[in-house]
């Protein structure tokens, strides 16, 4: 589990194209101190280690493949569902991804309940400044809007965020500075996907009280 707090944003160094999917090579500050089989949440979508450290660079423990100071490699593998259902089977060598290790049991819970389990692709609509801040607006994909509600909490791109006005079809989010410059918010541009999780508690309320209609 997540709260949609990014921790920072890594940098995709390599993508390996397999039959059945892609395997990205991600290169993030503070992130040398990973395990296998640990959860991490890549833009929004849940993925676990495969590799990392000098595994990724190939073998030598003294060999961070051109990786140096407090910068960590790890090797993720994307299956065949993972990119039909996200854009990451897309990304290539030099972008950027928020990044989030699993919150622990005794860690501060900041954001919201986020699974790293992608509903849809949203897109960018518009992006704002005002004043200060910014003003981002997402289309709301099909069959997700009675699962939006103005004030609720959503996750784009692994970022929990709370819907400042909820339109027919699209939602607005208020940006801070801090969030707009230490998430990948700030290279977005109007018609750039992004990774919709909606909140999951509105779709067990609704998977409860389908029963009763």
Not at 2 to 31: K, M, P, Y
Not at 44 to 52: Q, S
Not at 83 to 101: C, F, M
Request: charged fraction near 25%; include cysteine.
């Amino acid at each position: 589990m997540f709260t949609g707090i990014v921790e920072t944003v890594g940098e995709v160094v390599d993508v390996d194209r397999t039959a059945d999917g892609r395997r990205l090579t991600i290169a993030a500050e503070g992130f040398r101190d990973l395990s296998h089989g640990q959860s991490i949440s890549v833009s929004g979508v849940c993925l676990t280690v495969e590799a990392h450290g000098s595994e990724v660079a190939g073998g030598d423990p003294d060999d961070t493949g051109g990786v140096h100071g407090d910068v960590g490699v790890f090797e993720v593998f994307l299956a065949s569902e993972t990119v039909d259902r996200t854009y990451l089977g897309e990304l290539g060598a030099g972008d950027a991804v928020n990044l989030e290790r699993a919150m622990p049991a005794d860690g501060r819970f900041d954001g919201h309940l986020v699974q790293g389990h992608v509903d849809a692709v949203a897109t960018v609509e518009t992006i704002d400044s005002v004043g200060e801040d910014w003003r981002f607006e997402f289309s709301i994909p099909p069959d997700q809007g009675r699962y939006v509600v103005e004030k609720g909490s959503v996750a784009l791109d692994g970022i929990s965020l709370t819907v400042a006005e909820r339109g027919e079809d699209a939602l607005e989010v208020a940006i801070i500075p801090a969030t707009y410059e230490l998430t990948t918010l700030s290279g977005k541009s109007p018609g750039d996907p992004v990774h919709l999780e909606v909140d999951v508690i509105a779709k067990y309320v609704e998977g409860m009280v389908d029963g009763y209609e």
